[in-house]
């Protein structure tokens, strides 16, 4: 059976209109519940290089225990650079090993979508142990500045239904009530990271795969470190910066590394390009990449007219996209890969 596919284009050339209004925001509150009230008992499940890992199972029982991670980033990161590893489909692959596929449907601002994904099984066939389990919902970004002076950098999901989402045949259709994400930045600190799951995986799933999950979900903060480490930042534009214009796209996409098949040598390393798509209005804003990236960034203007429609300025780290009168209103795209 072929795996579902995104849609078309077209279906983000206008904001949707949301169909649970209440959804996110219950999400964005229990996020806020889970991480802060100091009556929750939970239990430690252990430490995963330096990735604190706790549970918490109330009574009565839920069908998984809520699980919780707590790290840190090294120092010099910022909240903004590490958001897009955390939330870019295409990163996701590298540091969740259970993730098969995902993409949005529908967006509803720069910050808010609906989403489609996809969690693989254990086996096959006559084999199969736990079939895969898919999910939909909304996805989105929240930030905060609290009176103790820290920014809370909230990402985080919450399950729904929706009638033009119907079940899929093979999988089992999961409920995440909340798979959510805080970075918190204080002045000459490094950036911490909670990281929070409460889901019920529905159908059957053997209780020791269940406590693993447990285990290892929060623990993947871990991976997102380690990926950031290996492979620097990948290109972004800052998710909490205002920003000019209506966006419709902005996909990460892995690249494989190409080689000469003459010698075997490599001709580029593998690497991410950004798809930035939006409908125009007169400003600016950053598309910023890996300040060690020595020769910067190649931009293809897919849609759009150099002069006439946007500018461009490059800088150590950043390119300055600057819209002028020409592009307003029009449809603009640009493909941001490693020079």
Not at 211 to 240: S, W
Request: net charge negative.
């Amino acid at each position: 059976m072929p795996d579902p596919q995104p849609p078309s284009p077209e279906v983000f050339d206008k904001y949707s209109d949301i169909t649970h209004p209440d959804a996110f925001p219950e999400a964005l509150s229990l996020l806020k519940s889970l991480l802060t009230d100091s009556t929750i008992k939970w239990e430690s499940n252990g430490d995963r290089n330096g990735v604190e890992l706790y549970y918490y199972q109330p009574d009565p029982p839920l069908p998984a225990p809520i699980c919780r991670g707590v790290g840190t980033f090294p120092a010099g990161l910022t909240a903004e650079q590490i958001l897009p590893t955390i939330h870019q489909i295409a990163c996701r692959k590298n540091w969740d090993e259970r993730f098969k596929l995902g993409f949005p449907l529908l967006r509803y601002s720069r910050k808010l979508v609906r989403f489609y994904a996809v969690q693989k099984g254990v086996g096959e066939g006559w084999f199969t142990i736990v079939s895969p389990r898919d999910f939909t919902g909304y996805s989105g970004h929240v930030r905060e500045v609290g009176d103790d002076g820290v920014t809370r950098n909230f990402y985080l999901q919450t399950s729904a239904e929706f009638e033009d989402v119907p079940d899929v045949e093979g999988f089992v259709r999961g409920w995440t009530n909340l798979a959510g994400w805080v970075l918190e930045e204080k002045a000459g600190e490094p950036v911490k990271c909670s990281y929070i799951v409460k889901f019920d995986p529905k159908g059957s799933i053997p209780a020791n795969l269940v406590a693993q999950v447990v285990k290892d979900t929060p623990a993947c903060i871990d991976k997102v470190r380690t990926f950031i480490e290996k492979n620097g930042l990948v290109p972004y534009v800052n998710m909490h910066d205002e920003f000019p214009g209506q966006l419709r796209q902005e996909v990460l996409v892995g690249e494989e590394t190409e080689i000469n098949p003459e010698n075997g040598e490599k001709l580029n390393d593998a690497g991410f390009r950004l798809t930035f798509s939006w409908f125009g209005a007169v400003g600016s804003f950053d598309i910023n990449f890996d300040e060690r990236w020595e020769n910067g960034v190649k931009i293809d203007v897919e849609e759009g007219t150099i002069d006439e429609d946007l500018e461009l300025k490059s800088t150590k780290g950043k390119v300055t996209v600057t819209v002028k009168e020409g592009g307003k209103d029009k449809k603009l795209k640009l493909i941001v890969s490693k020079a």
